[in-house]
């Protein structure tokens, strides 16, 4: 079991960049599918990003591609969200989430049920 805490949220203007990052403990990132989802207020809990066991593939939302990487530190045991050009629609709590077994099809990544471990998320608010 592996336990996942976020950090690096904040407030920043439209444009703007924040690292959020999801510190791992229990077991070592490399052995999880990780993933970043987020949550604003009155919807519904949205994908955003997420990296394979092996780290070589990625996968991003529509919304975010060309603006959010996300990247993993084996030695940190911690996931990063790295999120530049920052709109006022990113605004929302994320998640980092994790699974342990493979998935199954690309589109299991996006699905947040496929996800069997959650942190607490972090707040981040793009002021316009």
């Known amino acids: 079991q592996v336990q996942l805490v976020e950090s690096g949220g904040g407030l920043v203007q439209a444009g703007g960049s924040l690292r959020l990052s999801c510190a791992a403990s229990?077991?070592?990132?490399?052995?999880?599918?990780m993933g970043w989802f987020r949550q604003a207020p009155g919807k519904e809990r949205e994908f955003v990003a997420a990296?394979?066991?092996?780290?070589?593939?990625?996968y991003y939302a529509d919304s975010v591609k060309g603006r959010f990487t996300i990247s993993r530190d084996n030695a940190k045991n911690t996931v990063y969200l790295q999120m530049n050009s920052l709109k006022a629609e990113d605004t929302a709590v994320y998640y980092c989430?994790?699974?342990?077994?493979?998935?199954?099809?690309?589109?299991?990544?996006?699905?947040?049920?496929?996800?069997?471990?959650w942190g607490q998320g972090t707040q981040v608010t793009v002021s316009s």
């Open positions: 989430a994790a699974r342990a077994r493979a998935m199954i099809s690309i589109s299991n990544y996006g699905r947040r049920e496929a996800y069997e471990y």
């Open positions: 229990g077991r070592t990132v490399s052995a999880y599918v």
């Open positions: 990296l394979n066991r092996s780290g070589a593939s990625t």
